[in-house]
């Protein structure tokens, strides 16, 4: 397997993240998610993800009864701006339960419908 090399003195950022090995808790995630109803596109549920410096488009793979994979999506490859994600956050609904968890906006929806139904 491909190793990731540092750029610039900046660790790579993982794309893929086993849930069974990671510290947040998906269920709630996905459970809060799944009650919405607006956040799944495709067989994926997306939502934000904000911190002190960044704000991160993330994606829940489920099937099975149970999470497949965690992903940090790369926004720019599904037409997503920086400025979509600032928005969502601004005037979107948080994770009731979870702080800095945020719903997806009706136009980042709109945008990964028409790009991953179409594929």
Known sequence: MAKAKQVYG??????????????PNYELILEELHNH????VGSSY??????DDW?????????????????VVDHDKHGISEADIDQAVMHGTALTTL????????????KLHTLIDHK
């Open 10 to 23: 900046v660790e790579p950022v993982p794309r893929y993240i086993m849930s069974d090995k990671s510290t």
């Open 37 to 40: 109803g607006k956040s799944q």
């Open 46 to 51: 997306f939502y934000i993800k904000k911190s």
């Open 55 to 71: 704000c991160s488009l993330c994606r829940i793979l489920y099937g099975g009864g149970k999470i497949f994979f965690h992903e």
């Open 99 to 110: 702080p800095d968890h945020y719903f997806i906006s009706p136009h980042i929806e709109m």
